[in-house]
């Protein structure tokens, strides 16, 4: 070992040391915050989303490198998720089996030190909040190609469950097994969707595998776990959970590929600074009836991120409209477009005003 080596390491052992006691100090103003929190609310849910929002951003600006933007934000989590847990146990609910990739959003928002449930399908992870079995659920909403979640738009219809904030991650689909060759592969498992999302590589190298329908790529794993001669499209913390080699990453068509989720929970959040606001809205099947209900975002300049609709399921050719909207309930502009928009809806419901989110590399 050269002088220069040894010198640098020293350094290091300096500098881990500082690092040590400076993280120390901060999980101590944690436990320091929790003991007020509890002379005035009593609960054991000490979660802030737009507090959590507001630091990331700010470390992301304050980073000058060498590490990256991506980096420092999975080390900040980690620290608040580590930090969060002294106050309290945060419990979270997703859409399971393990492996999904909601579970993987989960992790990416809330961190590791949380308590992870998984639920079988989405109205299961909004029950378990709603009978506060877990303090915040988190499910899909939508993918960058294949569109809505129905079954979650459709879920906010009958929950008062608010959004409390969002998750954007690049999907990456791999090609899992426990055999160790692509040619000895005769049947593979997947989700619809991971099928229709890399039929060019399949049919490209797998043509002649069989392909059969799960309900989640998780599931798909723990299939062919099983399976001799099998495979599944999931993802590489899949592979780990389940044991499986990967045969070849990446094998989706589209390398744009994103999935949005939701987390969900009882609580409104503040202003971070940087948010979105959701609405369910509809009107009776009139001429110009969705013009009036949009009216009032152009004449208080608030921008729309997306609209879906979904039929009603009481009235024949009455639709419910699903809007993201750009900013705060509580921003001046958005407040008096919502009340114009109340005015004109035969039905209004607020879902949530909450962080935007900012796309995640799935780097697992």
């Not at 899992?176 to 229709?196: C, G, R, V």
């Amino acid at each position: 070992m050269t002088e220069d080596i040894k010198k640098i390491r020293d350094n290091i052992d300096s500098l881990d040391n500082e690092l040590l006691e400076l993280l120390n100090k901060r999980a101590q103003q944690a436990v320091n915050i929790s003991k007020e929190k509890q002379k005035s609310k009593g609960s054991d849910n000490f979660y802030n989303p737009e507090r959590e929002a507001q630091v990331i951003r700010r470390i992301k600006e304050l980073n000058k490198g060498p590490l990256s933007e991506d980096n420092i934000c999975r080390l900040y989590r980690e620290i608040m998720s580590a930090c969060l847990s002294l106050e309290a146990p945060l419990k979270v609910s997703y859409l399971g089996p393990e492996g999904t990739y909601t579970q993987l959003a989960a992790q990416n928002h809330f961190g590791s030190s949380v308590l992870s449930m998984p639920y079988s399908d989405v109205e299961e992870v909004f029950c378990s909040v709603e009978k506060r079995d877990t303090h915040y659920g988190v499910v899909p909403v939508e993918n960058s190609t294949q569109g809505i979640v129905a079954s979650t738009l459709d879920m906010f219809m009958r929950s008062n469950l608010r959004i409390s904030g969002e998750i954007e991650i690049s999907i990456n689909h791999n090609i899992l097994s426990k055999s160790n060759n692509l040619n000895e592969i005769k049947k593979i498992y997947a989700h619809p969707q991971s099928f229709s999302q890399c039929k060019e590589w399949l049919d490209k190298n797998l043509p002649k595998s069989e392909k059969i329908n799960s309900s989640s790529n998780a599931e798909a794993a723990l299939i062919s776990s099983k399976e001799n001669n099998s495979a599944a499209i999931a993802s590489t913390v899949a592979a780990e959970i389940y044991q499986l080699q990967t045969l070849s990453k990446n094998i989706e068509d589209n390398r744009n590929n994103s999935t949005r989720f939701l987390v969900i929970g009882e609580r409104d959040t503040e202003p971070s600074g940087n948010d979105k606001t959701s609405i369910i809205v509809s009107a009776k099947n009139n001429s110009g009836a969705l013009y009036s209900l949009l009216e009032p975002l152009s004449k208080n300049n608030v921008s729309m991120t997306r609209i879906e609709s979904r039929p009603s399921k009481h009235n024949n050719w009455e639709y419910i409209f699903y809007l993201d909207l750009i900013g705060h309930i509580k921003d001046k502009s958005l407040e008096k477009a919502n009340e114009d928009i109340k005015r004109e809806a035969s039905l209004y419901r607020f879902l949530g005003s909450y962080p935007a989110a900012v796309n995640t590399k799935n780097v697992k």
